[in-house]
Nanobody, 115 residues
Framework: QVQLVESGGGLVQPGGSLRLSCAAS????????MGWYRQAPGKQRELVAR???????NYADSVKGRFTISRDNAKNTVYLQMNNLKPEDTAVYYC?????????WGQGTQVTVSS
């Protein structure tokens, strides 16, 4: 069993910042890619950012220059620093990891950007 525990979501004003964290635990032998996805009401889940074991990253065009993904391999944890948040960033954010035994999702954390 693999568990992903997310934290850091909440309500923030436009232009504000939040930092999401996702800690993985359980029967984890080798985490390859770690990432964050989001799903807004009425929309499909989309990739926000992804990071490989060696630190290579890719971002959705809509968040480039504002969001930064990082990971701590010793703690099996991935972070998403979100700056200059916009109302269109409002969504449920999901952590995702890909391991030797397959892919796993977190339960999601709500991010709401509103004045």
């Amino acid at each position: 069993q693999v568990q992903l525990v997310e934290s850091g979501g909440g309500l923030v004003q436009p232009g504000g910042s939040l930092r999401l964290s996702c800690a993985a635990s359980g029967s984890i032998f080798s985490i390859k890619t770690m990432g964050w996805y989001r799903q807004a009401p009425g929309k499909q889940r989309e990739l926000v950012a992804r990071i490989t074991t060696v630190g290579s990253t890719n971002y959705a065009d809509s968040v480039k220059g504002r969001f930064t993904i990082s990971r701590d391999n010793a703690k099996n944890t991935v972070y998403l620093q979100m700056n200059n948040l916009k109302p269109e960033d409002t969504a449920v954010y999901y952590c995702n990891i890909y391991t030797d035994s397959g892919g796993y999702w977190g339960q999601g954390t709500q991010v709401t950007v509103s004045s």
